[in-house]
Nanobody, 121 residues
Framework: VQLQASGGGMVQAGDSLRLSCAAS??????MGWFRQAPGEEREFVAG????????LYADSVKGRFTISRDNVKRMVYLQMNSLKPEDTAVYYC?????????????????WGQGTLVTVSS
């Protein structure tokens, strides 16, 4: 199983970015995005249930970020708008085989390599 995240970069505050995560050859019950800033713990950003499309967001990104999926391509996206310097982090794609969207890292069995997002003021 392989998750390949891409789309990170360096932008200015207020700009937008779209992250992509490719799931090789299979689908999962839940896919999510986490992020980790330097010196901080990895935190939940957004998640989506593959079967229903239901979503969950961290309060810090609600209204600015949108998670979505493409069933055919087996891709998950994170559209990030109105980016702030505090959004700067390495963003990780994660997946779990069963259950519901969970905000903690432990239930997710699979992780991508991370993609860096840097937002300057």
């Amino acid at each position: 199983v392989q998750l390949q995240a891409s789309g990170g970069g360096m932008v200015q505050a207020g700009d937008s970015l779209r992250l992509s995560c490719a799931a090789s050859g299979r689908t999962f019950s839940v896919m999510g995005w986490f992020r980790q800033a330097p010196g901080e713990e990895r935190e939940f950003v957004a998640g989506i249930r593959w079967s229903t499309g239901s979503t969950l967001y961290a309060d810090s990104v609600k209204g600015r970020f949108t998670i979505s999926r493409d069933n055919v391509k087996r891709m998950v996206y994170l559209q990030m708008n109105s980016l702030k310097p505090e959004d700067t982090a390495v963003y990780y794609c994660a997946a779990r085989d069963s259950g519901v969207i969970i905000r903690t890292t432990r239930p997710y069995e699979y992780w991508g390599q991370g993609t860096l997002v840097t937002v300057s003021s």
